[in-house]
T-cell receptor, first 114, second 117 residues
Framework: DAGVTQTPRHEVAEKGQTIILKCEPV?????LFWYRQTKIQGLELLSY????????DGGAFKDRFKAEMLNSSFSTLKIQPTEPKDSAVYLC????????????FGPGTRLTVL | AQKVTQTQTSISVMEKTTVTMDCVYE???????LFWYKQTASGEIVFLIR??????ENATVGHYSLNFQKPKSSIGLIITATQIEDSAVYFC??????????????FGHGTILRVHP
């Protein structure tokens, strides 16, 4: 079975640009999560969807971050406009609600904002 | 609010020895799930093992096992016969169960494990 896929793996943006990160969850999973990982803050939850419905979006990230689930097998995270402090690894994870709840992570997108 | 704490920032061990990584958690719930994940040098995060709070038996998967001490709100990860490729960052995580319509996990900050030849 295919795991969680994320594209691109690396992204370099100029300050002020708009970037879109993509995620495809494990087939059949109905919970999808976007995280940001930095050395200082660790794993921070950005957004959480269940069956395309937004369950939670991280309060601190509402301003310039917008995640969407276009269908049950595809999600995007848009950052607009980017700032240097957004440089981090962005991870997508999925799980099956109603089962054992462990999340399966994608390989991540490393974003560098200049 | 839930909280997961990993007090060990890093641990170094020799290959083929046994290592234990600590994790304590805070929750108001009587039922919950506990998880351990491994993040390799490439950045990949892999699910390792899970403990359901209502189970008294410690979970075991391959050379990973758990030391679940519910009265102490503690869930230690034990790796036996460590190998060089076990070198990674290990994260502890928790999900509350009762009344919580969420699959969200609370993660600790991680423990770096270095296995030396």
């Amino acid at each position: 079975d295919a795991g969680v896929t994320q594209t691109p793996r690396h992204e370099v943006a100029e300050k002020g640009q708009t970037i879109i990160l993509k995620c495809e969850p494990v087939s059949g999973h109905n919970d999808l999560f976007w995280y940001r990982q930095t050395k200082i803050q660790g794993l921070e939850l950005l957004s959480y969807f269940r069956s395309k419905s937004l369950m939670e979006d991280g309060g601190a990230f509402k301003d310039r971050f917008k995640a969407e689930m276009l269908n049950s097998s595809f999600s995007t995270l848009k950052i607009q406009p980017t700032e240097p402090k957004d440089s981090a690894v962005y991870l997508c994870a999925s799980s099956f609600w109603g089962s054992s709840y462990e999340q399966y992570f994608g390989p991540g997108t490393r974003l560098t904002v200049l | 609010a839930q909280k997961v704490t990993q007090t060990q920032t890093s641990i170094s061990v020799m290959e083929k020895t046994t290592v234990t990584m600590d994790c304590v958690y805070e929750t108001q719930d009587s039922s919950y799930f506990l998880f351990w994940y491994k993040q390799t040098a490439s950045g990949e995060i892999v699910f390792l093992i899970r403990q359901d709070s209502y189970k008294k038996e410690n979970a075991t998967v391959g050379h990973y096992s758990l030391n679940f001490q519910k009265p102490k709100s503690s869930i230690g990860l034990i790796i036996t016969a460590t190998q060089i490729e076990d070198s990674a960052v290990y994260f502890c995580a928790m999900r509350e169960y009762t009344g919580a319509n969420t699959g969200k996990l609370t993660f600790g900050h991680g423990t770096i494990l270095r296995v030396h030849p």
